[in-house]
């Protein structure tokens, strides 16, 4: 299985604690993902993350397909980081460290993301052809959600 990274940082101009309050509420996350993805939460037991907490989303992978994306809150220290892994859904392996970090003017969002698309050759090719390309565009749709509801930090 080919692990691969992919690393993310945003700053915005609000403070720890506020950047911490909206990325914990799983509910935000459906705000920050591209509607193609069609990304709906199916379970939610609270709406606050804690440690242990699975969590279940439907994701639209191809037009009029759905899967199921299952994932568990598996280190929480509050303020500060946050992981899920993928129990089950569309990767191999999925595991994702959010954390925060106070800066000038704000705080910097960090994501660092190890990830596997599996399916060996087939899925390189996939993860070149498509899961990167998808990646990005979630990436980059979730920083223009971030610079409306929190502007840039200069």
Known sequence: MKV???SQEQKIPVPIDQAWEFFSSPRNLEAMTPPKMGFK???L???ILYEGEIIEYSVKVLPGVWIPWVSEIKALQMGES???DQISG???FWH???SFEETTGGTVVKDLIHYSVGF???GEIARV???KNQLAKMFEHRRLVLNEKFGKLT
């Open 41 to 43: 939460i199916v379970s």
């Open 96 to 98: 994702h460290r959010h």
């Open 82 to 84: 946050f992981v899920d």
């Open 4 to 6: 691969h990274l992919l």
């Open 45 to 47: 037991p609270s709406e």
């Open 120 to 122: 060996s050759f087939f």
């Open 90 to 92: 569309p990767f191999k």
């Open 129 to 131: 052809l498509v899961v």
